[in-house]
């Protein structure tokens, strides 16, 4: 497989991608025509521990190296590019949560993160702005 990938983490690639190769690929279009959320694709990814991949041990999840995040995110994009999305959005927010999130909050949500007992995501839309967040800008003003 090559990219450094220790065992572990080539072993988690190898079952990411069996997965996606034995559910999600013969099944995705009529999920996708029927408009129906996957809810046994979301929960295998769960016991794979796919939404704990850039959360901390002391937290529950199980952390990998970028090559490897990168490499579980193609196979899922491999299968449905909205299975990849539900990963990527909750990574983001754990991993913001990890580096900026109080002590407090760090306790009350990863370990659940991490689980994908709570899954999370995030919102950029703003009225009359869209969605492209490389074109929006903040400003913050003084009360």
Not at 33 to 47: D, F, G, L, T, V
Not at 77 to 104: I, Q
Not at 112 to 122: D, N, Y
Request: hydrophobic share 40%; proline share 4%.
């Amino acid at each position: 497989m090559g990219m450094g990938l220790n065992d572990d983490e080539a072993m988690l690639v190898e079952t990411v991608h069996q997965f996606v190769d034995k559910e999600v690929r013969p099944k995705v279009r009529d999920v996708e025509h029927a408009n129906e959320y996957p809810e046994a694709w979301i929960e295998q990814m769960k016991r794979i521990g796919i939404y704990g991949l850039a959360i901390p041990e002391e937290y529950g999840g199980t952390p990998v190296s970028m090559p490897c995040y990168v490499l579980v995110t193609q196979e899922l994009a491999r299968g449905w590019m909205s299975l990849a999305g539900a990963m990527g959005g909750h990574t983001v927010v754990a991993k913001l949560l990890t580096l900026f999130g109080t002590d407090e909050q760090k306790r009350r949500y990863l370990s659940s993160l991490a689980a994908g007992e709570v899954r999370a995501t995030m919102a950029l839309t703003e009225p009359g702005g869209g969605s492209d967040l490389q074109n929006m800008s903040t400003t913050a003003l003084q009360d």
